[in-house]
């Protein structure tokens, strides 16, 4: 993949509707841009960790047939468990502690699908070292793109404000069973 078309196609991975994505605008939709800016760095330290454990991960699994399908019902089940905790989350007034939402964020990259098309198929299967800038500029990327969707709930008029959280549990436990599907699909 050449770095223009590993470029786009990041950008439209990191603006398309996702996991992680509807935490951020949830959470900038709760909390608010004040409250919320420290986000993306969640975001970003996920990918970095998971992107890079996929490119390692590919290629120390390639001959193992369940490896694929066990992480993505890994990630099929985190989902569902994020949708479960917000959808039964009270409407929050004031916003959910910051180490819990940064925590909430971070694990939910880390289990991100996208981590997994970015650190399997986008990078290019290099040595670490080589690999290492298609990574930092995915996980550069991934900052922009989050601070993008913290500000889009951040700016929701205030009268679709409460109900972020449901509609964030209803695309994550969508999420949930796409993965699920890929996983059943695979194995």
């Known amino acids: 993949m050449t770095a223009t078309?590993?470029?786009?196609?990041?950008?439209?991975?990191?603006?398309?509707?996702?996991?992680?994505?509807t935490?951020?605008?949830?959470?900038?939709?709760?909390?608010?841009?004040?409250?919320?800016?420290?986000?993306?760095v969640a975001e970003s330290l996920g990918y970095a960790i998971a992107v890079s454990g996929f490119v390692w991960l590919t290629a120390a699994v390639a001959d193992l047939a369940w490896a694929m399908p066990a992480m993505k019902a890994a990630a099929a089940a985190?989902?569902?468990?994020?949708?479960?905790?917000?959808?039964?989350?009270?409407?929050?007034?004031?916003?959910?502690?910051?180490?819990?939402?940064?925590?909430?964020?971070?694990?939910?990259t880390l289990l991100n699908p996208k981590?997994?098309?970015?650190?399997?198929?986008?990078?290019?299967?290099?040595?670490?070292?080589?690999?290492?800038?298609?990574i930092g500029g995915f996980v550069a990327m991934a900052y922009l793109a989050g601070l993008g969707?913290?500000?889009?709930?951040?700016?929701?008029?205030s009268r679709i404000r409460p109900y972020a959280y449901k509609a964030a549990a209803m695309v994550l436990g969508l999420f949930s069973l796409i993965a699920l599907g890929g996983a059943i699909a695979t194995a």
């Open 23 to 40: 935490l951020l605008a949830a959470a900038g939709a709760v909390a608010g841009l004040r409250r919320a800016v420290l986000l993306p």
């Open 78 to 108: 985190w989902l569902l468990y994020a949708a479960t905790r917000l959808w039964t989350a009270t409407v929050a007034t004031t916003p959910e502690p910051a180490p819990r939402a940064f925590g909430r964020v971070l694990v939910t």
């Open 5 to 21: 078309a590993f470029v786009l196609a990041s950008a439209l991975i990191l603006l398309t509707p996702g996991p992680t994505n």
């Open 115 to 134: 981590a997994m098309l970015v650190g399997t198929l986008m990078i290019p299967q290099l040595p670490p070292p080589e690999a290492a800038p298609w």
């Open 149 to 157: 969707w913290v500000l889009f709930g951040a700016s929701l008029p």
